[in-house]
């Protein structure tokens, strides 16, 4: 079964301090993971995928396949990243579901 | 383009009644998914349509239905609503599934409340 696991329900980090967000999954195939956001009043919106291995907005993630996770990391908080984050897996074949873990509130104090 | 289209946004409704609600997806995308978020539970999938085909399918049970029409929008039903089913319910579109390069684009959502 797939599972994601999100231990923080809220995370406040200080303006131009690093974050972090944990993501654990459990899935036994080859899965893709990827990470939501979403910013108060607005939709849930698709931040990064661990396929692309890109950077958006100053945010990371590395796919730790021994660790079975996929934290997701800023060096530099910025108040605009105040937001609702979801780690979001998708396992087996191409055409599986996304499956959610249940979030973490980053707030960014200024 | 215009975005995921959800209607209504609001509904409120009585227990044992059933309830129907509808999502346009972006032109041109053939999958559409539903989740139930709910604060305790946050984002739970509830089923995907493809093609008018029942691709996924959540472990809810039988009295959430959904189906997909020749022009790619789709409907869920919840029938016999119990309290528990208070949630916003949030529709999901993509040109092929979960893995389409800008992943999923998702609407606004319906918040149905049951009295």
């Known amino acids: 079964a797939q599972r994601v696991t999100q231990p923080e329900k809220l995370l406040s980090v200080f303006k131009g301090a690093p974050v972090e967000l944990k993501c654990n999954y459990s899935?036994?195939?080859?899965?893709?993971l990827f990470w939501y956001v979403q910013y108060s009043r607005q939709r849930l919106q698709l931040l990064l995928r661990?396929?692309s291995r890109e950077s958006i907005k100053g945010f990371t993630a590395d796919l730790n396949k021994g660790e079975t996770s996929f934290h997701l990391k800023k060096p530099f908080a910025q108040e605009e990243d105040s937001a609702m984050y979801y780690c979001?897996?998708?396992?087996?074949?191409?055409?599986?579901?996304?499956?959610f873990g249940k979030g973490t509130r980053l707030s960014v104090i200024a | 383009k215009a975005g995921v289209t959800q209607t209504p946004r609001y509904l409120i409704k009585t227990r044992g009644q059933q309830v129907t609600l509808s999502c346009s997806p972006i032109?041109?995308?053939?999958?559409v998914s539903w989740y139930q978020q709910t604060p305790g539970q946050g984002l739970q999938f509830l089923f995907e349509?493809?093609?008018?085909?029942?691709?996924n399918k959540g472990n809810f049970p039988g009295r959430f239905s959904g189906r997909q029409f020749s022009n790619s929008r789709s409907e869920m039903n919840v029938s016999t609503l119990e309290l528990g089913d208070s949630a916003l319910y949030l529709c999901?579109?993509?040109?092929?599934?979960?893995?389409?390069?800008?992943?999923?684009?998702f609407g606004s959502g319906t918040r149905l409340t049951v009295v």
């Open positions: 999901a579109s993509s040109p092929t599934g979960a893995r389409a390069n800008y992943g999923y684009t």
């Open positions: 899935y036994s195939g080859s899965p893709e």
């Open positions: 661990h396929i």
């Open positions: 979001a897996l998708s396992g087996g074949s191409g055409n599986t579901p996304l499956v």
């Open positions: 032109s041109g995308h053939r999958s």
């Open positions: 349509y493809f093609s008018e085909t029942q691709r």
